[in-house]
C-alpha cells in the first residue's frame, strides 16, 4: 500500500511559553522551539504500522520553508521511506483551501491509495484533509481512531460523541483525518535522525507543481487573520495568581467554600 | 590377607579389575565434561567484546576478598556463614578428590609434597573440613527443604520452584563427604583389627565416627565397604562434574572468574561497545542489546554464576513495591534462554528480540539503577550495565515509553526534562530575598574558582530551587568563589544515558563539558549526587567534582565554617544515603559527620543504611515514569524511617526529597515526620 502523510512544523506546546508578538497578531516567536505537529505524528505511526503489516511505503509531505525538512527528517526517521518538501516563497501566507490545493496538486503527480493527516494542527482548524479530499474527489473519514485493512478498502473506526464506536468500510483511495491515541508513536531519538541526515528530500515549487501562484499565498486566500489576542477575563471566571503552592491553596479554599470538597 | 585391597588391585568377582572401572571413569568423566564446557563457552565467543583485562591489581584484590575471603556471604549471616563452610571444605577437598581419581589406578597414591608432616596435617585438615561440610550440608537442606526462606521461592510467572535441584545437590556433596570418609575409615578400621596400627585421627570427625563404628566389623565387609565407598565417591565426583554446568551450581566452576571479571569501578556505565570510541558511535549498525549475542561474553558469565540466592532481589527496591522487576529473573531468564538457544546437542537457535522474547518493556525501565542488586551480589554479577544496554536497544527500535517521550524531547530541544526556556535556568537567583543575601556569578562573563553545576530539578522545580539557594549561601558563608553557568548549563545526562538515549546524553555532555572548560574553573560543586555522579564518573577531563557535603564536612574540619547548636533538640533526624552519593561514590561518612557536628542533634540509623540504602524512587527521568507498583519505594522508607523511631528525614539529594516529601503525604504521616534536605538543614544552623 502506497501511503502519503500531510505532516506540519508546529510550535512545540510542552516546550514553550506563549507570549503574544509586540505587534499583537501572533505569538511571540522568536524563542520558540518547534516539532512535529502531535497528531501527524500518530498519522505516520499508523503508516508505518499498515506498511509493516501489508508491505508498500510511507511518503511523508509538508508544505513549509526550508526549516520544515527538519520534521520530514524526524518522520523518516521513525520509518517513513520518503520525504517530499513543498516550498516556495508563494506559498507563504496561505490559507487551509490554499495547503490543501497545494498538497492536491503533488498527491495528483504520484499515486496513492491511502492519504493520511493528523486531525488538526497547531491553529485547531481541521480543514486540511476534508479539503484535500473534495479537491481529489476521493471520499474521507474524519478522527479516525482506528484502521483495519482489508483488501481493495479498508474499515475505519471514528469515536462519536459519548464514547461511542462506529465502524466504516471506505473505498480506496481515500483521505483519512487521524485522532491522537490510535496508537504509541515509537520514539525517535537524536541518532535516528542522524541515520537520515543525508537522505535526499525533493524540493518542489510552485511551477514544478504546475500551480499558479495566484491562487495560493497570500494573493490567493480567501480568509485572512485580522486580529490575534488573549481574551479578557470574563465574568465569572477568575485567574488564580501566586507560586504553584499557593494556587493550590487558593483553590482548594475556593472549592471549600463553595462546598466542592 | 595382611592388609585391606586397594580400589587399583581389587578384582570383580576375583577375576575383573576394578582398575579399570576407575580407570575408565576419569576419562568418561573429563570427556563428557570437556564437551559440556565447550557447548557452554559457545555463545560466549559469538558474544560482544568485553574490555575485563585492565586494573589487574583490583581484579586480584577482588580474587582475594569477594571470591576467596567470600567477604559479601555473612550479609546474610546463617545462609552465608554455611556458605563459607561448604566453599572452604570444596576448596580444602579438591586436593584429596584429586588424589582419590589416581588411587582407583595406583594404590596407596600420594600427591607429591603430601607424604610426611604437611600431608599428616592436610589429613586432619581435610577430615574436619568433611564433617563441616556435611553438617553445613544437612543445616543448609532443612533450611532450604523444611523452613523455605521466603526470597528463595519463584513466582509463578518465572517458572517452576528450584528448591529441588538446591537440595538434590546438597545431596551429592553429603553423598561425597561420606563416601570419603567411609573409603578411608574402613582402610583404618582393617589396619587396626590386622596390625593394631593405631591412626591419629582428628577426633569426633567424620572418619572418627565412622571408623570407631567399624571398629568390629568383619574384615570381609570392611573390604567391601572400602571398594564401594571408592566407586560411590568417584561416580559421584564425575557425576557432579559433569551436572554443575546443567543448571544453578555453575557458578562452582565459573565463580572464580565471574570475581576476577567483576566491576571494579562504580558509578560509570560501560561504552556502548568496548573498543568503539565515541566519536565512532554513528559507525554502528545498531546500539545496546536487543538479542542474546548483544550482550558482552562477561555480562553472559554473569548468567551462568548466578547462584540463585536471591538476594539481589531482596534487596531490590522496585521487586519490593512489586514493580515487574527481579533481578534475580533478569539472569536466570537469560540463562535458560542460553541454555535453550545453545542446546548441549543439536542446532543453535536463532534468538529474538529480549524484550518480546523473556523481559517485558516494563521490566527493564522498572530499574532506578540503585545498585542495590550489584552491591549485594557475593559472585560480582551485574544489573546496571545490563538494564542500560538494554534500554539501549529498546531507544534503538524506538520502544519507549510515552511518559518518557516528552522529557526525553524536551531535554534535546531545552536542555532540561521539563521543557522550560533555557534562559530561565538561572532564575531561582533572582529571588528577592535571597538576592539581597547572595549575588550569584554568571560563569557567561564573570570569573570564579567554582562551578556550582545546579542541574535541572534545582534549577525549575519551584519547591526544590530552595536547595540552590542554600547551597550557595553555604558556599558564601564557607569563603568559596563560586559562580554558575546559567542558560550555558544543561542537564548532566545522568539519566539520560542510564535510560539507554546515547546521543542524546553525548550531546549534553559535549555541551557541559565545553561550558565548563570555558569558564576556566579549578573545582566543580553540586548538591545534586546524580549531576555528581555524571560529572565525575560519565564526564571526561573535567576540574574535580565535590559533593557540597563533602564541602562542608572540609570546611567544619578546617574551621572556615561554624555550626550552631540544634535549633530542634526534640526533633530526631535519621539520615538517608541518596544511591549516587553513597553506594554509588562511597560518600557514607561526611553527611553524618557534618550532622554530628550540631551540637545536640538526635541521629538515628536506619536499618537499611550505607551500602544497604533502600531508593527512594530514583531521579531524572524515573520521575517521569509511570511504572506499575502496588506501592511507592518512597512509602517504604518513610515507613522505615518511622521505625527508626525518627521524625526528621534528611537527605542530600534533590531527588530523594521529592520523593520522599510525596511519600510522606502518601503514606498519611504528615505532621508526624519530615523531610529535610541537607543544605537547608546546614544553611538554618550556620553560624
Known sequence: MEILVCVKRVPDTAENEFELNSAGNDLDRDDLVYSVNEWDNYAVEEAIQIVDKVGGNVTVITVGDDESEEVLRREMAMGANNGILLSDDAFEGSDGRGIAGILAAEVKKGSYDLILTGAQADEGAGQIGGMLAAMLEIPYASLVNKIQVGDGSIIVGREIEGGNQEMNEIGLPCVLSIQTGINEPRYVGIRGIRKVASVDIPVKAASDLGIDVNTVGEAGAKTKRVDYFVPDTGEGAEMLEGSTDEIIEKLIEKLKAKGGL | ??????????????????????????????????????????????????????????????????????????????????????????????????????????????????????????????????????????????????????????????????????????????????????????????????????????????????????????????????????????????????????????????????????????????????????????????????????????????????????????????????????????????????????????????????????????????????????????????????????????????????????????????????????????????????????????????????????????????????????????????????????????????????????????????????????????????????????????????????????????????????????QNPDKVYVYHDPCYLGRHNGIYEEPRKVLDAIDGLTRVELEKSRDRSFCCGGGGLMLFYEPEEETRMGVLRVNMAAEAGATVIVTACPFCLVNIQDAIKVAGKEGEMEALDFTELIEQHLA
Request: hydrophobic fraction near 45%; proline fraction near 4%; charge should be neutral.
Open chain 2, 1 to 566: 590377607m595382611t592388609s585391606i585391597i586397594g580400589p587399583a588391585s581389587f578384582k570383580f568377582f576375583g577375576i575383573f579389575p576394578a582398575a579399570i572401572l576407575s580407570f575408565i571413569l576419569p576419562i568418561i568423566g573429563i570427556g563428557l565434561f570437556t564437551y559440556i564446557m565447550a557447548r557452554r563457552i559457545a555463545p560466549l565467543i559469538r558474544a560482544n567484546p568485553d574490555n575485563r583485562f585492565d586494573q589487574i591489581g583490583k581484579r586480584v584484590k577482588n580474587l582475594v576478598v569477594v571470591w576467596l575471603g567470600q567477604i559479601r556471604q555473612p550479609r546474610y549471616m546463617l545462609a552465608g556463614v554455611l556458605h563459607i563452610f561448604i566453599f572452604a571444605g570444596f576448596l580444602i577437598l579438591s586436593i584429596r578428590s584429586t588424589s582419590l581419581v589416581i588411587i582407583g589406578v595406583s594404590d596407596g597414591f600420594v600427591l607429591p609434597g603430601f607424604g610426611g608432616l604437611l600431608g599428616a596435617i592436610y589429613n586432619f585438615i581435610k577430615d574436619y573440613a568433611a564433617t563441616f561440610v556435611l553438617i553445613a550440608c544437612i543445616i543448609a537442606a532443612v533450611r532450604r527443604g523444611i523452613y523455605k526462606p521466603k526470597r528463595y521461592a519463584v513466582p509463578e510467572k518465572y517458572g517452576k520452584d528450584h528448591t529441588g535441584e538446591a537440595v538434590f545437590v546438597l545431596g551429592i556433596i553429603s553423598t561425597l563427604m561420606i563416601s570419603e570418609s567411609l573409603f578411608e575409615a574402613s582402610q583404618i578400621a582393617f589396619d587396626l583389627q590386622h596390625a593394631g596400627q593405631e591412626h591419629f585421627l582428628a577426633p569426633l570427625s567424620l572418619v572418627w565416627i565412622f571408623k570407631g563404628m567399624l571398629a568390629s566389623a568383619p574384615q570381609n565387609i570392611l573390604q567391601g565397604l572400602h571398594i564401594f565407598s571408592y566407586f560411590v565417591h568417584d561416580i559421584t565426583f564425575f557425576f557432579f562434574l559433569c551436572f554443575l554446568p546443567l543448571g544453578k551450581h555453575f557458578h562452582v566452576i565459573t565463580s572464580v572468574f565471574n570475581v576476577f571479571f567483576m566491576r571494579v569501578k562504580k558509578g560509570n556505565i560501560k561504552p556502548v561497545m568496548h573498543g568503539i570510541t565515541e566519536d565512532k558511535l554513528d559507525d554502528l549498525e545498531s546500539f545496546g542489546v536487543k538479542k542474546l549475542e548483544d550482550f558482552t561474553w562477561k555480562h553472559m558469565l554473569d548468567f551462568y554464576s548466578c547462584a540463585d540466592c536471591g538476594r539481589c532481589s531482596d534487596q531490590c527496591p522496585a521487586n519490593a513495591v512489586g514493580r515487574p522487576l527481579s533481578p534475580r529473573f533478569i539472569t536466570i531468564k537469560a540463562r535458560d534462554l542460553m541454555f535453550k538457544n545453545y542446546p548441549l546437542s543439536g542446532e543453535i537457535y536463532k534468538s529474538k528480540l529480549l524484550v518480546e522474547d523473556i523481559y517485558t518493556e516494563d521490566e527493564i525501565w522498572s530499574c532506578t539503577t540503585c545498585g542495590a542488586c550489584e552491591e549485594e551480589c557475593p559472585l560480582g554479577i551485574e544489573y546496571i550495565d545490563k538494564m542500560v544496554d538494554l534500554r539501549r536497544g529498546m531507544v534503538d527500535e524506538g520502544l519507549v515509553p510515552q511518559s518518557l517521550q516528552k522529557p526525553l524531547k524536551a531535554l534535546e530541544k531545552r536542555g532540561n526534562p521539563y521543557g522550560k526556556m533555557e534562559k530561565k535556568r538561572a532564575e531561582w537567583a533572582t529571588d528577592k530575598e535571597f538576592s539581597a543575601l547572595c549575588q550569584v556569578k554568571d560563569l557567561d562573563g564573570e570569573k570564579a574558582d567554582t562551578l556550582y553545576f545546579v542541574d535541572s530539578i534545582t534549577s525549575y522545580d519551584d519547591n526544590i530551587q530552595e536547595i540552590a539557594r542554600r547551597t550557595s549561601l553555604i558556599l558564601k558563608k564557607a569563603g568559596v568563589d563560586f559562580g554558575i553557568l546559567g542558560k550555558l548549563e544543561k542537564d548532566s545526562g545522568n539519566e539520560v544515558l542510564r535510560f539507554g538515549e546515547e546521543m542524546l546524553y553525548q550531546d549534553l555532555k559535549a555541551q557541559n563539558t565545553e561550558a565548563i572548560l570555558e569558564s576556566g574553573v579549578k573545582q566543580i560543586v553540586t548538591a545534586d549526587p546524580h549531576a555528581y555522579n555524571a560529572l565525575k564518573n560519565d564526564y571526561n577531563n573535567l576540574p574535580p567534582v565535590k559533593h557540597i557535603s563533602q564541602v562542608v564536612a572540609e570546611k567544619i574540619a578546617t574551621g572556615e565554617l561554624d555550626l550552631k547548636p540544634c
